[in-house]
């Protein structure tokens, strides 16, 4: 199985399933694909339909869009929890993951994924303070009612959806919120993460439009 994926530093969307695989267990073959121009540089259409990463590719059977990777990895491996079990629940994890795949655009574009960014606050707009207070909100309410340290207990998809938020709200100082800071420190407790970040640190290609 490969999961094609962006640069560590900034793929946002890379982040989502390779987290998720990562943190399952699954088997698989990372492919990078830098986005920028070099000499080297693959059109990602020819990888993937929509030019755009991640891109799962199992044995021919090609995923793109994070959350379809997601619903799929969830119908192969229905014994790992990639969703919650309880139906309620699963609609609730599904609910939030919709949302987050929609919504807070304010925050994605302003507040670039940056893993290797050195901490430190930047102006933001107004719709960009509304994103954080829903995102509090959802992730309090999760918290308060799985009691963590995962949004519904054991990390599932929903927590796979949100990862880099959790690097967002830390690297730019947007959030004071209890619940933010003990579910930043239970994702940034796991390997994934770490392997992720490391990756990420790595990297020694920088993009302007991406160091907000
Ligand atoms: N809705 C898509 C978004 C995918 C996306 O925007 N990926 C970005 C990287 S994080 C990309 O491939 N950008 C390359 C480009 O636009 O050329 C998903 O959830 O997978």
């Known amino acids: ?11 946002s969307w890379s982040f989502r399933p390779w987290i998720a695989m990562k943190v399952k267990g699954l088997e698989f073959t990372a492919v990078l694909r830098r986005f ?18 991640p891109m799962l590719d199992n044995n021919g059977v090609k995923v793109w869009e994070s959350l379809a990777i997601l619903e799929y990895l969830a119908d192969l491996h229905p014994d790992k929890g990639f969703w919650p079990q309880d139906v309620n629940q699963r609609a609730h994890a599904r609910a939030i993951s919709a949302e987050m795949l929609g919504g807070f655009g304010d925050l994605r574009s302003e507040c670039p994924m940056n893993m290797a960014r ?8 107004e719709a960009v303070r509304k994103d954080v207070t829903r995102i509090e909100d959802i992730w ?18 929903a927590d796979a959806m949100f990862a880099p938020v959790v690097n967002r709200l830390e690297i730019y100082e947007l959030s004071q919120d209890v619940s933010v800071t003990t579910y930043r420190i239970a ?9 992720w970040q490391a990756a990420g640190r790595a990297e020694p290609w920088i993009y302007p439009e991406d160091e907000a």
């Open 1 to 11: 199985m490969d999961l094609y994926i962006g640069n560590q530093k900034y793929s």
């Open 36 to 53: 920028d121009d070099h000499p080297e540089r693959v059109d990602f259409r020819t990888f993937s339909p929509t030019g755009k990463v």
């Open 118 to 125: 050195r901490i430190g606050a930047i102006d933001v707009s």
């Open 140 to 157: 309090r309410e999760c918290l308060e009612k799985s009691g963590g340290p995962f949004l519904f207990g054991e990390f599932c998809n």
């Open 187 to 195: 994702m940034k407790s796991l390997p994934a993460w770490q392997e």
